[in-house]
């Protein structure tokens, strides 16, 4: 029993630390792009939008991504999240190439990869529930 048990820690551990290393890379990159938006206008409401559309989404998505993980499996809400989310970046990365880049398109891009983080953290926050132990919890 006590080995099973720290397997599950183990696996939470190892869930926890790609979630933060996916949490800090999401919030440099809205954090970026804001920088971009700014540069690229002057204009400092532009990077409050791009602020704005990345955790505006998730915050507003916060209850329905709850019952959403409560009703579907987890793992693959997870890993849809993980690319969804990067769908959205490499939507910006693709058209930040062409060097044809307008702002509509950089909040679109934000947006999307924000609503598929909003799922991804509903289904982990869930999944602790299941990975630990009360008194691991």
């Keep these: 029993m006590e080995s099973v048990e720290n397997k599950s820690f183990l696996n939470f551990l190892i869930l926890w ?4 290393i996916s949490s800090i890379g999401s ?8 920088i971009f938006a700014y540069h690229k206008t002057q204009t400092a409401t ?6 704005l ?3 505006l989404p998730s915050i507003l998505l916060r209850p329905i991504g709850g019952v959403i993980a409560d009703r579907f499996d987890r793992r693959v809400m997870m890993i849809l999240g993980d690319l969804g989310s ?5 939507l910006i990365l693709s058209i930040m190439l062409t060097d044809t880049i307008e702002l509509w398109q950089i909040y679109l891009g934000v947006c999307i990869s924000s609503v598929f983080v909003a799922l991804q953290n ?3 926050k869930a999944s602790a529930t299941d990975l630990l132990t009360e008194d691991q919890y």
């Design 27 to 34: 919030g440099l990159t809205a954090f970026s792009l804001g």
């Design 122 to 124: 509903a289904a982990y």
């Design 86 to 90: 990067a769908l959205g970046l490499v």
């Design 53 to 55: 559309c990345s955790f």
């Design 17 to 20: 630390v790609g979630q933060l």
């Design 46 to 51: 532009s990077f409050a939008l791009i602020t």
